[in-house]
């Protein structure tokens, strides 16, 4: 896990270097996403638990890791340089003390991919020969709520692309029935990696990566600011959304 924070703090100082450079803290996101791969495959190379459980939760996370990090890579790369509304405004609170404050705010990125990938050091440790019950439990949520961010994020891409109204919002598919559907299966994915990593000696102790994940999509840089900057841009027209439809587990529309 020492080595796991060395490969992490490495690769944000590299980002944060890179953005102050280019102008633009958006790289933070495709760092993050991608960060979880490396660390993967880390624990799987230096673990001692079964091989093919190791094999398995490395492939999974780089899946995920890697499919978010092309998304989010191809977004800010469309963007460039014009940087994501979110950084502008911790840019413009920050001012002066700005490169100094996102070193920190990059910092504490990588904390957080250190603590989230906790489950999966867990888990390249379990020695037992053959997958638990709860393993498969969790894995059929991974893979669930893997799908589901996938779709999630390609319906409102397309939303994006072909939508005329800059004001417009986006309600089809899974934004029908959740303001942030995205968000939702990324939660779920740790609560699936949570039950994978339970059977392990101390896999209790995984629980609070789910949670940490949760706190963070439900009350600092997910859901609460992506709400006020789509306030501020749409008005009247988001607050019937917010309404009608729920915030994050998908669900029928209030009448």
């Known amino acids: 896990m020492i080595i796991a924070a060395l490969i992490l703090t490495t690769l944000f100082l590299f980002t944060w270097w890179l953005s102050v450079k280019r102008d633009n803290y958006s790289f933070v996101d495709v760092t993050w996403s ?3 791969a490396p660390v993967a495959t880390w624990y799987a190379l230096s673990g001692s638990g079964w091989q093919p459980r190791r094999v398995a939760i490395a492939v999974l996370v780089s899946a995920w890791s890697l499919r978010l ?3 989010l890579w191809a977004r800010v790369a469309s963007h460039h340089p014009k940087e994501d509304v979110r950084y502008a405004v911790l840019r413009q609170k920050w001012q002066a003390n700005a490169p100094r404050a996102f070193l920190w705010f990059f910092l504490a990125q990588a904390a957080l991919v250190w ?3 906790l489950p999966v050091y867990l888990i390249s440790q379990q020695t037992a020969i053959s997958f638990h019950i709860l393993e498969w439990i969790g894995l059929s ?3 669930l709520a893997l799908i589901g961010e996938g779709i999630s994020d390609k319906q409102l891409a397309t939303f994006k692309k072909t939508s005329t109204d800059s004001k417009a ?3 089809t598919g899974l934004w029908y029935y959740s303001r942030h559907p995205n968000y ?3 939660s779920l ?3 699936g990696l949570f039950l994978m990593a339970l059977p392990s000696a101390w896999g209790w102790t995984a629980i609070i990566a789910p949670l940490a994940m949760l706190h963070f999509l439900l009350n600092v840089t997910g859901i609460p600011l992506t709400e006020k900057l789509s306030l501020d841009k749409r008005g009247d027209a988001f607050r ?3 309404r009608t439809t729920s915030a994050f587990v998908p669900w029928f529309k209030k009448k």
Request: glycine share 4%; with cysteine; proline share 0%.
């Open 141 to 143: 949520i991974w893979a």
């Open 184 to 186: 939702f299966f990324q």
């Open 240 to 242: 019937e959304y917010q």
């Open 34 to 36: 991608l960060a979880f």
């Open 69 to 71: 990090g092309s998304y």
């Open 189 to 191: 994915l740790w609560w």
């Open 115 to 117: 603590l989230l990938m």
């Open 169 to 171: 919002i986006c309600q």
